[in-house]
């Protein structure tokens, strides 16, 4: 079992910066690839990053490339997301997600362990 809590989320204006965290308890944190998904209202959920457990490979869509970078420290339990030069379709509901697949995923049916979200807002 793998609790997971995100923070860093808020209100900000377009071409702004953010860094999402996302704080991991319960089992060994660097056993998973972790994901970061987003929703927006009448959207279907995405994965909009993803990581392997060395924290040695990832993966954006073209959406967010260039733009949003994940990270992880596994000394501090942690997966972080930056996301900078922020646009106003960038606002959803972001969620961590941890994976025990073999390798990185964007399909989220492979993510077992999900946080509660934490909303981001970019006004134009």
């Known amino acids: 079992q793998v609790q997971l809590v995100e923070s860093g989320g808020g209100l900000v204006q377009a071409g702004d910066s953010l860094r999402l965290s996302c704080a991991a308890s319960?089992?060994?944190?660097?056993?998973?690839?972790m994901g970061w998904f987003r929703r927006a209202p009448g959207k279907e959920r995405e994965c909009v990053a993803a990581?392997?457990?060395?924290?040695?490979?990832?993966y954006y869509p073209d959406s967010v490339k260039g733009r949003f970078t994940i990270s992880r420290d596994n000394a501090k339990n942690t997966v972080y997301l930056q996301l900078n030069s922020l646009k106003p379709e960038d606002t959803a509901v972001y969620y961590c997600?941890?994976?025990?697949?073999?390798?990185?995923?964007?399909?989220?049916?492979?993510?077992?362990?999900w946080g509660q979200g934490t909303q981001v807002t970019v006004s134009s």
């Open positions: 997600a941890a994976s025990d697949q073999t390798l990185i995923t964007t399909y989220r049916y492979d993510y077992r362990y």
């Open positions: 319960g089992r060994t944190f660097s056993s998973y690839n």
């Open positions: 990581i392997n457990r060395s924290g040695g490979n990832t």
